[in-house]
């Protein structure tokens, strides 16, 4: 019975959706460079080769706001199924306001969420975003887009 009306609401679902869904618009928010210091390992154990890094400085710039990269933390994980980083870092904007910014990702995919006390950009508050590394042999340089 239960399997049944699963199967019903999938089917009202996609029927609902159509036959292909409509990807998301994006729009840029800005592109970054983020400079890391050198990495500190921790471990390598059955999950791959663990490491932190400092987030030292570097610069955003976008459409509707740039700075500066003040201070963070990246932990990172390498191992059998590709590279996972979680950061969490400042940007200062040119006009003063502090954004705390927290990633998630698994290379090349980045989760980006931002949070701030500044009226100015208290619209980011509400906004995840995608960021996509310019390349994958260096993923300091990121393009960060609004869903």
């Given at each position: ?14 029927s609902?959706?159509g ?9 840029l928010?800005?592109s ?9 390992i921790?471990e390598?154990?059955?999950t791959g080769?663990?490491?932190?890094q400092?987030?030292t400085?570097g ?7 740039k700075g500066t990269?003040?201070?963070g933390?990246a ?7 590709g ?11 040119s006009?003063?306001a ?8 698994a290379?090349?995919?980045?989760e980006?969420i ?5 009226e100015a950009y208290d ?10 590394p ?8 990121l393009?960060y887009?609004?869903?």
């Amino acid at each position: 019975m239960k399997l049944s009306l699963l199967f019903s609401l999938v089917a009202f679902a996609v029927s609902a959706l159509g036959s292909k869904p409509t990807p998301p618009a994006l729009t840029l928010l800005f592109s970054a460079t983020v400079n890391k210091g050198s990495a500190l390992i921790i471990e390598s154990s059955s999950t791959g080769l663990k490491a932190v890094q400092a987030i030292t400085d570097g610069s955003f710039s976008g459409p509707k706001m740039k700075g500066t990269v003040t201070t963070g933390i990246a932990t990172s994980v390498k191992g059998p199924n590709g590279l996972k980083v979680e950061a969490t870092f400042v940007l200062q904007t040119s006009d003063g306001a502090n954004i705390l910014i927290t990633e998630r990702a698994a290379i090349p995919y980045v989760e980006a969420i931002f949070e701030t006390g500044a009226e100015a950009y208290d619209w980011l508050n509400n906004v995840t975003a995608w960021a996509t590394p310019r390349s994958l042999s260096n993923i300091d340089y990121l393009d960060y887009w609004q869903c």
